[in-house]
């Protein structure tokens, strides 16, 4: 008969199996995001049409909104701004002209900072804040969030989404906020990078409308005649979340119904 004995563990094994569980216990967020990487925000959407969603990111700045406001009615286009909250408060009348226009309100977070080096208390102060004056300015119910600079981990849309909140990025960059020229921006956004990384249905393109991207001006009007040339519609996020079959990546786990903005 064979005897089998076991060995009983040094202390440094039992040591190092102690700090391992409490790393665990103590971040599990960040654990969840390296061990299974399933939280991850919308960037783009399966689609059956030839909808493409248009978004405007804004945090400061005087000049450029207006504008691009005023080129989007030209168009007859609708699209989502993503509004920081003390840009949308000090600048109440342009909102409340967004709305009227047609266009969407979604959240660009109170203080422009990288929601991701907060703890899940501080985001979700920085949600709700940003929602309350959103909200008040708008009489719509704001559910879609762009964190400040992208920034996010598993903390930051778990947060989002116990609030109610889907968080959106973009599959098209028009990197307008480096000032490259309006045909850079243009390209960026019809072509891409690389090869056939152009918008097409599905994507979600990101603009911004402060001071920072003042291309976006010459380019807009381009961007809208060429797609819509090409037979895409563009429209806002809530509305191409309407129409999805699916987002991507899979992991951003579209809900079953979504609906259109109020």
Do not use: C
Not at 54 to 74: C, H, M, V, Y
């Amino acid at each position: 008969m064979r005897i089998i004995i076991f060995k009983r563990p040094s202390w440094r094994n039992v040591a190092l199996w102690g700090i391992l569980l409490f790393v665990m216990l103590a971040y599990r967020e960040n654990v969840t995001t390296v061990f299974s990487g399933k939280l991850k925000p919308i960037y783009s959407v399966n689609v059956n049409t030839k909808s493409i969603g248009l978004t405007f990111d804004i945090s400061w700045g005087e000049k450029t909104a207006e504008p691009i406001l005023d080129i989007l009615k030209q168009e007859g286009v609708q699209a989502t701004f993503f509004l920081s909250s003390p840009w949308a408060d000090k600048h109440q009348e342009l909102v409340k002209r967004m709305v009227a226009d047609g266009h969407e309100i979604a959240s660009h977070g109170n203080r422009h900072i990288d929601l991701n080096t907060l703890g899940a208390g501080e985001i979700e102060k920085e949600i709700t804040s940003a929602q309350q004056v959103l909200e008040q300015i708008t009489g719509k119910q704001v559910r879609l969030i762009r964190p400040p600079n992208g920034a996010y981990n598993n903390k930051v849309i778990a947060t989002a989404d116990k609030l109610g909140y889907r968080v959106i990025q973009w599959s098209v960059d028009s990197l307008d906020w480096k000032r490259p020229g309006p045909s850079a921006v243009v390209n960026n956004v019809l072509n891409g990078s690389k090869a056939g990384s152009g918008a097409k249905p599905g994507d979600i393109i990101l603009f911004h409308a402060s001071d920072s991207a003042p291309d976006t001006v010459q380019a807009l009007p381009i961007v809208i005649r060429s797609l819509k040339s090409k037979g895409n519609t563009l429209l806002p996020v809530g509305n191409l979340l309407s129409e999805a079959t699916s987002t991507w990546p899979p992991e951003s786990n579209l809900k079953e119904e979504p609906s259109k903005p109020q």
